[in-house]
């Protein structure tokens, strides 16, 4: 009799768990808002803190390779330099066929800015702070203020969103390499890191080789930065080759981000 | 079951998890942050008495504020926690029998 009755307490309890899961599922976009609403304030203070926090440590313990990045970085800063020059003359030249042409193309966006308040520590997702009452919506990308792709809003809350990273294993979207004319997909691998599938074998590419969005299946504007090629894996079996990519962003540095609404 | 217990530790996991979410994801080893709310709920049923169900309370609570704070519908780590609390439960009451947490 004792028995049964702890079976029977068993299964109520399991039943009313279920039953409370199910319920909450039907409420999840405003139980996660509720939660979100008043963490909000914390949770940018620990972000900003973390950041700072992170910031110092990596400063310590990469305080032996400062001379070497310092002597690269002026380096890369003497060749950047030497493009801006470049690529101001080509910007005179492109204005002038712009005005002899009569073509007036703007290539801005409208964009919301937004701050990270959080990160899924399982998942390439973060938090920003606009949502809804801010005229986001689903799919919007999400791109740094130097035009780098982060990702693309996945839910969307009344003061919150969620965005999915470019590294997450659930986005792929098309992207190109423009000096190589090379197209192909951009897929996540999870934990920050990104691959260039679907590269025809035919085609030369490097390590260096800076890979941009394409908008030939319209999920994100074109030539927004996406990474630089790492490592290119080329096997005479397969039909196409793969590249390995760093994303050009770092989640620890990010503080704002920038939501595309449109184009201007 | 002490009130103020509960309600501490229910305030003490949502603090954890918006450290978690918000600063210690700033810190990760070899590109992966440590679960410290899966981690504590593991060990509470570790440690406590099998007798006890505050673990089953535990791990209810944890996995409900981790589902909040992830991309991962409501239930997932509820249900992933609470069946770890059960065979921790199950396998220190039938089968094994250690000093430290017969008085937890």
Request: glycine share 6%.
């Amino acid at each position: 009799m004792a028995k049964s009755t702890k079976k029977g307490r068993i299964f109520i309890a399991v039943f009313i768990i279920i039953a409370v899961i199910i319920a909450a599922n039907f409420f999840q976009k405003n139980i996660k808002s509720f939660f979100y609403s008043f963490s909000q304030p914390i949770q940018k203070n620990l972000w900003a803190a973390g950041k700072s926090s992170s910031d110092f440590f990596a400063s310590i313990f990469n305080a032996g390779n400062l001379k070497k990045e310092n002597d690269n970085l002026n380096f890369k800063n003497q060749e950047l330099l030497a493009n801006i020059s470049r690529l101001e003359e080509l910007q005179k030249e492109n204005e002038n066929l712009k005005c002899a042409l009569g073509v007036n193309l703007q290539n801005d966006f409208k964009v919301n800015m937004a701050q990270i308040v959080g990160k899924d520590i399982s998942q390439d997702f973060i938090l920003l702070d606009k949502g809804a009452k801010d005229g986001i919506s689903k799919a919007m990308p999400v791109i740094t203020a130097q035009k780098v792709l982060v990702g693309k809003i996945s839910d969307v809350y009344d003061n919150f969103s969620k965005v999915l990273l470019i590294s997450s294993k659930e986005s792929s979207f098309d992207a190109q390499i423009r000096e190589r004319e090379v197209s192909g997909i951009i897929r996540g691998k999870g934990n920050l890191k990104i691959f260039f599938d679907l590269i025809p074998q035919d085609k030369e590419i490097s390590a260096g080789d800076i890979v941009v969005s394409s908008s030939l299946a319209g999920f994100f504007p074109s030539d927004l930065l996406v990474g630089r090629i790492t490592s290119v894996k080329r096997n005479n079996v397969e039909a196409f080759q793969q590249a390995e990519l760093n994303t050009e962003f770092d989640i620890n540095q990010l503080a704002n981000l920038f939501i595309i609404t449109g184009r201007q | 079951m002490n009130l103020l217990k509960i309600s501490l530790f229910v305030v003490l996991i949502y603090f954890l998890a918006l450290f978690q979410s918000s600063f210690l994801v700033h810190f990760n080893i070899f590109g992966f942050v440590p679960n410290i709310i899966f981690i504590i709920a593991v060990l509470w049923n570790i440690v406590e008495n099998p007798k006890s169900y505050f673990g089953f309370f535990v791990s209810g609570i944890s996995g409900f504020v981790l589902d909040v704070f992830s991309s991962h519908t409501i239930g997932f780590y509820i249900i992933i926690l609470l069946l770890i609390s059960l065979a921790i439960k199950t396998l220190f009451s039938r089968y094994v029998r250690v000093p430290f947490n017969q008085n937890i």
